[in-house]
């Protein structure tokens, strides 16, 4: 990730994972890994290294699988 650009966290990568696994975001809710709060902060583009490293061992997958970043809109270089 470069340091000089503005990039937010998609999650994209997330939601095609777990379909790919039939699974949803509430069934990681219901098993606790993550919190109705935590969308929120996903859904805004929060970058969450924890959160991301908990996805990743729960789902067996890498961070490409979870998390893209892109540049924020109108702050490209």
Known sequence: MA?????????????????KKNMTISDLVAHGI?????????????????TIEELCNYLK??????VEYLP???KEE
């Open 61 to 66: 997958c890498s961070k490409e699988e979870v």
């Open 34 to 50: 993550i919190r109705e709060t935590t969308i929120t902060r996903m859904n805004n583009g929060f970058d969450l290294p924890s």
């Open 3 to 19: 340091r000089n650009k503005e990039v937010y966290a998609s999650y994209k990568p997330l939601y095609e994972t777990l379909k």
């Open 72 to 74: 924020v809109p109108g």
